[in-house]
């Protein structure tokens, strides 16, 4: 079984930053593309911002030059910096990975349980 665990959620004022982080756990062999979503208070869920197992990135518009996705491969952890925070920015934040468990296995989507991002 594959876990994830978000951490780093609160509550912080408008302008203020914070950090979000996911630990992966379990029988790993791979792990492909890393995600955050979010989903704000009667929204639907959305990506906010994916990273490749090569380090290339890509975020929602709306996040572009506050938040930064990282991840440290050894480590299998993803993180999300958050700048410049906005009442917007209000959500529970999911972390969700595709992972493969063995060799010549297809890599499936986990999910972590969320972490309130903040209540700005």
Excluded: H
């Excluded at 990282?70 to 958050?82: E, G, T």
């Excluded at 920015?89 to 010549?104: G, L, R």
């Amino acid at each position: 079984q594959v876990q994830l665990v978000e951490s780093g959620g609160g509550l912080v004022q408008p302008g203020g930053s914070l950090r979000l982080s996911c630990a992966a756990s379990g029988s790993i062999f791979r792990i492909n593309v890393m995600r955050w979503y979010r989903q704000g208070p009667g929204k639907q869920r959305e990506l906010v911002a994916r990273i490749n197992d090569d380090g290339s990135t890509n975020y929602l518009n709306s996040v572009k030059g506050r938040f930064t996705i990282s991840r440290d491969n050894a480590k299998k952890m993803v993180y999300l910096q958050m700048n410049s925070l906005k009442p917007e920015d209000t959500a529970v934040y999911y972390c969700n990975a595709e992972v493969a468990v063995a060799p010549k296995i297809l890599p499936y989507d986990y999910w972590g349980q969320g972490t309130q991002g903040t209540d700005s």
